[in-house]
């Protein structure tokens, strides 16, 4: 059964300063999907991540995946207040390729404080 | 364009009753994926169209559960005599292809509002 976790699951950031979220799972897919969602809203595509090595960037986030290490890292460079939300990694687990359901991560809640 | 819209975006019933939740996908999208997100839960797939037909409907947790698609375009999922356990977020997504097909790029499931369902 395809497990997918991330972390941490909380994380509260100063403006300006840099970190590191980690999405890990358990069995082999050669595509990652990180989501935003802000409170009370949907999920906002952000970076669709297809082979080992891809690396996606969008104004301060980063994305990149290592598909032999089972690992995905979005990494936020200069947090800025506007960021802050509830990050998701998700994984597709194809069967049959019949089309994918995607198992996500529990989501890292991030706060972005002046 | 127009995205992903659910109806109605929020829902109080009564233990007991049942609901329907509405989705309509992007147009032209041809798979079509329902997810619960609760507390405790975080989000989990519930069933996957790809046209009108249901390859995977895994996540269902009860008979309790239902959908179906028609025209290839909305569908509808359906709770059945409802329990509190039943209470969350119901978010509908589509995909121009499904989800993990020869065609990447083509297969990012964009997300509906929601409909947040509380059971009394």
């Known amino acids: 059964e395809l497990k997918v976790e991330q972390n941490p699951l909380f994380l509260s950031m100063q403006e300006g300063k840099n970190y590191t979220i980690y999405c890990n799972y358990s069995t082999t897919s050669d595509r990652l999907y990180w989501y935003r969602q802000d409170p009370g809203k949907s999920l906002e595509s952000l970076f669709v991540l297809l082979s080992n090595g891809a690396v996606k960037q969008e104004g301060r986030l980063m994305a990149s995946l290592d598909t032999k290490a089972r690992l995905s890292t979005l990494h936020i460079t200069a947090a800025v207040h506007d960021l802050s939300a509830t990050y998701f990694c998700?994984?597709?687990?194809?069967?049959?390729?019949?089309?994918?359901?995607?198992?996500f991560g529990q989501g890292t809640e991030l706060s972005v404080k002046p | 364009g127009a995205g992903v819209s659910q109806s109605p975006s929020n829902k109080v019933t009564e233990k007991g009753k049942d609901v329907e939740l509405r989705c309509d996908p992007i147009?032209?999208?041809?798979?079509l994926y329902w997810y619960r997100q609760s507390l405790g839960q975080g989000l989990e797939f519930l069933i996957y169209f790809q046209g009108n037909s249901a390859p995977d409907k895994s996540g269902l947790p009860s008979d309790r559960f239902s959908a179906e698609r028609t025209g290839g375009s909305v569908s509808t999922l359906t709770i059945q005599r409802t329990q509190q356990e039943d209470s969350a977020v119901y978010l509908c997504?589509?995909?121009?292809?499904?989800?993990?097909?020869?065609?990447?790029?083509?297969?990012?499931?964009?997300f509906g509002p929601g409909t947040r369902l509380t059971v009394l």
């Open positions: 998700a994984v597709e687990a194809v069967d049959d390729n019949q089309g994918g359901k995607l198992i």
């Open positions: 997504a589509s995909s121009l292809i499904p989800t993990g097909t020869s065609l990447p790029g083509m297969d990012t499931q964009y």
């Open positions: 147009s032209g999208h041809t798979a």
